[in-house]
């Protein structure tokens, strides 16, 4: 590793960062445009906005009642199954009809440019056909209710409802959905079993029912994603709410749509002897009228009427110190190292230790793909304990120095993230399927988990900090090997299972009777499901790493007379944790403000003048009052003809 340069003083002091959006300001969009709006004309418009308003609560009993039916549908209770579809297709009209309404299309239109809703609306779409083709008769009339409403639970960002109904809908949703994958297992639904896909020499197959159970475990997670995420927004909404006498500033939270975030140095604390002085041009705006605007009134405008919103970062109040790491040791002796370095004017202790350290690297991702590949139980030539060991110990040399690295509460923070939280679960689980294809053989698991030890390196990248960074000179270029390495790796396991047709054992997750009924999970339907899903993650990740790497490399290149700091900047970029994105509106218990008139009139020669003041009263806080006095009345001059 390599010492980052230091300062004249013997103890650097920490850099601090903070999370700030890539881009300085963020789209704008119209929520007054909607679908409905779109059709219909204004007269049409209000007439239908205040029939949906009048029987909003008789729509949305209808629509959870046609929710919870939805199961004894599919399963064809007492042989009703077919009638129960077509009275759920009718309940949940009108709920469906009003939810596509409502659609924003601005903020529909700021959605189908983000990975999460092409990938979960095309698992939308496998679990629809698959159920489809599972029901085969007049259940299939509910199917595409059904699919509306899962892709309106992915659209949930572009309706501009109330968090009650969304969280209501979406865990008698998600409960479905678990009910359904029991229905599956239980095989309590009554359908023919299609084959799909056939692999080993035994011709193991895999059914339509094994890629419907995985499916609707996949929209479970996705509804329990939509409902939790805004659960949590009324929870900090009524937090918010409780002892605020000033009318509260209301905010809608995105789930789907995030923005891209780095890290961006903070400035040093100001000195006690600057603090009473002027820290802003002449030409900005003065304390009162800065705390008016950030209280959620707005000043007087030429347009205040107008209908675009403005989307902004939701801001993270935490600072990250480059010195809180895993090994928070290594700060202070890493620094003390440099200064000693640059007092010398020696750098080849530095290269060699970056040399050394990155050839560790190398030789543990190449000893663990060979390894991967050499240990598998579907290729020739049995186990090579003596790679795996050597791929262990190069690897987790080299991961174990990045992690020492990493800065604690933005390694925190990254852990809590749904992105790594769902991609790193995923991984596990294919890791551990795996390891049970494998008969649990210790030198073939240790292959196994060398990837899994890659994989966990390139997902937690994020949690470096820039002076880390610069500590191990690192470049988003070096990510590429990793992530093509695993592609690899799958699509070697994938070739052996269904093109060469190798023997692999017929395992089971859990045979047994349950319930009066043979119950049969088998591993390799689970197994691909994993392996599908880290595999579109992985692509993921890699086409972004690319775009980073030439940004990086263009910007190198532009700035190598200038200096490398915006080259830093652009290594400060985040791939896996994104940034929350929200935008402000007007609450329905929010009353506008009273308005005074006051009229005078005075007669002067043939003309009436009217003067018309108004008189804004609201409740205000006291730093909030002297700005809103400067704001005079407003005359208006109306000449009328005098009788």
């Not at 080299?398 to 790594?420: E, I, K, M, P, V």
Request: charged residues 20%.
């Amino acid at each position: 590793m390599s010492p980052p340069p230091a300062e004249s003083q013997e103890h650097e002091t920490p850099e601090l960062y903070e999370l700030v959006a890539r881009r300085e300001t963020l789209p704008t969009v119209n929520l007054s445009r909607s679908v409905k709006r779109l059709l219909l004309n204004d007269t049409r418009l209000r007439k239908l906005s205040r029939l949906e308003y009048r029987n909003r609560f008789a729509t949305g009993l209808t629509f959870n009642i046609s929710l919870l039916l939805t199961l004894p549908a599919v399963c064809d209770v007492f042989g009703v199954g077919g009638s129960l579809a077509i009275a759920i297709a009718i309940l949940q009209l009108p709920g469906l009809l009003a939810t596509v309404g409502n659609v924003r299309v601005d903020t529909a239109r700021l959605l189908l440019g983000t990975y999460d809703w092409w990938y979960f609306s095309a698992a939308n779409f496998v679990f629809t056909v698959c159920l489809a083709t599972y029901l085969h008769d007049l259940r299939a009339v509910m199917i595409p209710g059904s699919w509306i409403l899962h892709q309106m639970s992915v659209a949930v960002d572009a309706q501009v409802t109330t968090l009650r109904v969304i969280v209501l809908s979406g865990v008698v949703a998600a409960a479905g959905q678990a009910m359904l994958a029991v229905s599956v297992v239980f095989k309590w639904i009554e359908s023919p079993d299609f084959v799909l896909a056939t692999y080993s020499a035994q011709r193991y197959t895999i059914s339509l029912r094994d890629v419907l159970l995985n499916s609707s475990l996949h929209m479970m997670v996705l509804l329990a994603r939509m409902a939790y995420s805004k659960w949590m927004q009324l929870k900090e909404r009524r937090k918010a709410s409780i002892g605020d006498t000033d009318v509260p500033r209301v905010t809608a939270r995105f789930i789907t749509y995030r923005c891209e975030v780095k890290l961006r140095s903070v400035p040093p604390p100001v000195p006690p002897s600057m603090a009473g002085r002027r820290l802003w041009p002449s030409g900005s705006p003065s304390q009162s009228t800065r705390s008016l605007r950030s209280s959620g009134l707005e000043l007087p405008s030429p347009s205040p009427t107008a209908a675009r919103t403005q989307l902004h970062y939701t801001k993270v109040d935490i600072q990250f110190a480059s010195d809180d790491l895993v090994v928070p040791i290594l700060w202070l002796s890493l620094t003390r190292w440099g200064a000693t370095q640059e007092r010398d004017g020696s750098t080849i202790p530095c290269l060699l230790c970056l040399v050394g350290f990155y050839t560790l690297g190398f030789v543990g991702l190449t000893f663990t793909f060979a390894s991967f590949a050499l240990n598998l139980p579907l290729i020739l030539g049995g186990s090579q304990p003596l790679w795996s060991v050597v791929s262990s110990a190069s690897s987790l040399g080299f991961c174990a120095g990045y992690f020492a690295l990493c800065q604690r509460q933005l390694l925190r923070r990254l852990w809590r993230s749904f992105d790594f939280v769902y991609l790193a679960l995923q991984l596990v689980l294919a890791l551990l399927g795996l390891c049970d294809l494998q008969l649990w053989e210790p030198s073939r698991c240790l292959a196994v988990a060398n990837l899994g030890i890659w994989a966990h390196w390139a997902l937690t990248l994020d949690a470096l900090t820039p002076w880390s960074r610069r500590v191990l000179h690192f470049r988003p270029a070096f990510v590429l090997p990793v992530l093509t390495a695993g592609l690899a790796a799958q699509l070697v396991l994938v070739q052996n299972l269904f093109l060469l047709k190798r023997e692999v054992p017929n395992l089971a997750l859990f045979r047994g009777r349950v319930l009066g009924r043979d119950v049969e999970l088998l591993l390799m339907p689970f197994l691909l499901t994993r392996l599908l899903v880290v595999f579109m993650w992985n692509c993921r990740l890699l086409w972004r790493y690319v775009k980073l790497a030439r940004q990086y490399g263009r910007r190198s290149t532009s700035n190598s007379i200038r200096g490398d700091r915006n080259r830093h900047e652009q290594a400060s970029q985040l791939v896996l944790l994104k940034g929350q994105v929200e935008y402000d509106y007007a609450s329905k218990a929010r009353r506008p403000p009273r308005v005074f008139q006051k009229v005078q009139c005075v007669r002067d020669g043939s003309l009436q003048r009217t003067t018309l003041k108004h008189y804004w009263v609201r409740r205000l806080s006291t730093t909030d009052s002297a700005a809103l006095a400067r704001v005079t009345p407003l005359d208006v001059v109306r000449p009328v003809p005098f009788n």
